[in-house]
């Protein structure tokens, strides 16, 4: 009998056999049958014996592999694993066949959604279109890219670093933004997610701006803008002697130009627009998105000040101020004002609130100047023509599950990697204008976040409307921000400090260096959090099971990995169960799970609305920049209950806030199951279903294709 050498993959290719991947498969046959899985080794030697003896060859097929293991578990009287064996097969090879209709060669065995969104937008093309690498190719590209600027600061262990990089976004630990994945090492090599341009009073400098939004929008970035310098509709011009016709107006011309300007040909451009409440404007401003499709490329906030709050709680007048004068141009009562975003937000879902005391009252380099707008979703403030880099940490890969505990070991290591990462792209990066790589580099500002907070939780057993939850992420978010400024002094003493160091927070508080302006973000995550498979930044998860858009005509049933193993360990698993979860996304109708397990998959909208603030202003209390985080609320929510999570945000001092009121618009990248038909006192559901890039957060169709 020949000793096996190597097994021939499917595609041809061959690998180092492995008695370990057998024994790992008979465990999952044995577990999903509710069987020993001690018994799995045992199983293991008898594959490999009866695999040397009926193929005395040292190359072996991985089709013979699972035809021997069928045999080994029904030979040993496990029918129901064999069953289960057979049936895993089956549900693989059928998503491999979806896989090559993509013409996509998954070499990171990751599911068919994550290779559809590596296919539209991630994965390097050639002239005709076709895809010309796979996922770990475009790993290797990256990581190669960002490695080679050691070089630059004398390091000469160059492959080590790019070795170190490669591995960590080959295990999913850590993952960059979508631009960094599209551009990095290819000849457009702009890599920055977040940028915010200047729109001046005049008409140069409006269509500047529209000019440079195309610009970034084509590389894959997405802008932000504050209209709060334009003059109101009616002012004079007096180059022409006619009237103006105001900010809204001339964002109708970035929003236009936005439809027909695809990123790179991958994905639509994004844009955050921003009016101080004290502009003239303002009413007009918050009733902007009232009508469904208005404003569609748009993300709207209202810039609001701690006066201006103030006045609300004391129902109190303020002053509108014409931003070319600087003069009073009438009032309006504050809580009329407040109360009309709460309400334009419970019906539309725009505006938020951005609150500009807070920004700037943590805004690490004051002598800059005050800052007045954030990138698209809001997670990080930045000056004109500033840019910033980012990345996230898988958290569901940052915990012991053995001792249900985050391994702390791990995530400093994780951290450590990302700041070293994220510092090198700025070097890396190609900026599309002169004055974009001027002040990005005269800051530096890098933004490590995380994803996969939700399964964190549920890893440790902590559901995520309870204190302890906030205290995790109280405790979590102070550590990665201490190890991430660690990073940073010493890259700082290594290869020297942001230019604007001198006088910036970190110079007043007796930092001798810091590499960076800021390192900590929490950003939505979006497909990249596909990619990865987990739930999208710090949101909870948004449904248990439920039905994905992968292509046209095609639908597969998605459930909660941790969800599927939990109730299996606990003996409640079926395949009936699934579908019926899938029904609603929820658990919590279903008698024969246990309290304990619902208490820890409760869902978005079943989580209450003080919870998803508190858990943001956690994140925040240790975050640089700011915190990506949408309030999601059930359909049946007031306006006034949005006001309440207005106030409480302000109260816990978050620098913004979203919410989202489920069914506030007619086209939701997630549908919850609703009733079809009753007939003879059955009553049939649709399924939950989410289209491909939705993650978690948002329903909105513009906000979560981020």
């Known amino acids: 009998m020949a000793e096996i050498e190597r097994v021939v993959k499917r595609d041809g290719r061959e690998v180092l056999f492995d008695k370990s991947k057998i024994t790992k498969a008979i465990k999952k046959a044995l577990f999903a049958a509710g069987k020993d899985e001690k018994e799995a080794p045992s199983l293991s030697k008898q594959v490999v014996k009866e695999l040397e003896k009926e193929y005395p060859s040292k190359n072996i097929n991985i089709e013979d592999i699972q035809d021997t293991v069928e045999k080994v578990l029904i030979k040993n009287n496990f029918s129901d694993a064999a069953k289960a064996y057979i049936l ?23 599911g068919i959604n994550a290779i559809r969104v590596l296919k539209k937008r991630y994965l390097a093309k050639n002239e005709e279109g ?34 170190v990089f490669y591995q960590a976004m080959l295990e999913l630990e850590f993952v960059p933004n979508s631009p960094t994945l599209m551009n990095a090492g290819l000849s ?53 002697k006619g009237v103006a016709s105001g900010p809204l107006s001339f964002m109708r011309v970035f929003n236009v130009a936005t439809d027909v300007i695809k990123q790179g040909g991958r994905r639509r451009g994004a844009n955050m627009g921003i009016l101080n409440v004290d502009h003239p404007d303002i009413l007009e401003f918050i009733n902007a998105k009232s009508r469904e499709n208005e404003f569609s ?3 709207l906030s209202v810039a609001v000040t701690d006066d201006f ?40 879902g725009d505006p938020g609130i951005s609150f500009l005391d807070e920004i700037n009252r943590k805004n690490p380099t004051p002598q800059v100047g005050n800052i007045e707008c954030t990138n698209p979703c809001g997670e990080v403030p930045l000056f004109p023509y500033e840019s910033c880099n980012l990345g996230s940490i898988n958290l569901s890969k940052m915990v012991d599950e053995d001792k249900q505990e985050i391994n702390w070991q791990k995530l400093r290591k994780t951290v450590r990697l990302g700041v070293h990462f994220l510092d090198n792209i700025i070097d890396e990066n190609k900026y599309p204008l002169p004055e974009i790589k001027e002040i990005t580099l005269s800051n530096r500002k890098i933004g ?15 559901p995520y409307d309870s204190q302890k939850a906030v205290n995790t992420a109280d405790k979590l978010m102070k550590f990665i921000s201490k190890q991430a400024r660690q990073k940073s002094v010493e890259l700082g003493k290594e290869r020297g400090s942001f230019t ?59 459930t909660n990995d941790l969800f599927e193993k939990k109730a299996k360990q606990r003996g409640f698993y079926s395949k009936e169960l699934m579908n019926q979860i899938a029904r609603k996304g929820s658990v919590q109708d279903i008698e024969d799970i246990p309290h304990d397990v619902k208490r820890l998959f409760l869902t978005a909208l079943e989580i209450g609305p003080d919870w ?45 806030i979203t919410i989202y009121r489920y069914g506030s618009k007619d086209k939701q990248v997630l549908n919850i199951g609703h009733i079809l038909r009753r007939k003879k006192g059955k009553t049939e559901t649709e399924y939950v279903n989410a289209d491909s890039e939705y993650s978690g957060g948002c329903p909105d169709p513009f906000a979560c294709s981020l």
């Not at 895993?88 to 990751?110: C, S, T």
Request: glycine share 8%.
């Open 188 to 240: 457009l090599g702009q890599l920055s997610a977040c940028f915010v341009l200047p729109v001046e009073d005049s008409i140069e400098g409006i269509f500047d701006s529209v000019k440079h939004m195309a610009l970034i929008h084509q590389s894959g970035g997405g802008t932000g803008f504050s209209f709060s310098k334009l003059r109101p509709c009616g002012d004079i011009v007096r180059s022409t």
């Open 448 to 462: 490590l976040g995380v994803m996969g907070f939700a399964e964190m939780l549920i890893k440790l057993g902590v």
């Open 88 to 110: 895993y097969r089956q549900k693989h090879a059928e998503i491999r066949n979806a896989k090559d209709l993509l013409g996509v060669k998954d070499d990171l065995k990751l």
């Open 297 to 299: 490329n748009f993300n």
């Open 130 to 163: 076709e895809i010309k690498e796979t996922p770990v190719q475009m790993f290797r590209r990256v990581a190669r890219a960002a490695a080679q600027i050691d070089e630059l600061y004398g390091d000469n262990n160059m492959e080590m670093t790019e070795k």
């Open 500 to 558: 604007n160091f001198k006088g910036s927070v970190w110079d007043k508080n007796g930092y001798k260096t810091m590499r960076n302006a800021t390192v900590t973000t929490i950003a939505p995550t979006g497909t990249i959090s596909v990619i990865a498979g987990c739930s999208s930044g710090i949101e909870p998860l948004f449904a248990v099971a439920f039905v994905r858009n992968v292509m046209e005509g095609t639908k597969l049933l998605e």
């Open 309 to 348: 709050m103030d006045k609300v709680k004391k129902n109190k007048k303020y002053f509108l101020i014409n931003p070319r004068t600087g003069e009073k141009q009438g009032e309006l009562s504050a809580k009329h004002v407040f109360d009309l975003i709460a309400t334009l937000a419970w019906k539309a």
């Open 612 to 656: 998803h603030v508190k858990m943001q202003a956690a994140f925040q209390k240790h975050t640089d920049n700011a915190v990506s985080k949408t309030v999601n609320l059930p359909i049946d929510t007031s306006s006034d209950d949005v006001r309440r999570v207005y106030l409480l945000a302000h109260k816990l001092r978050c620098k913004g």
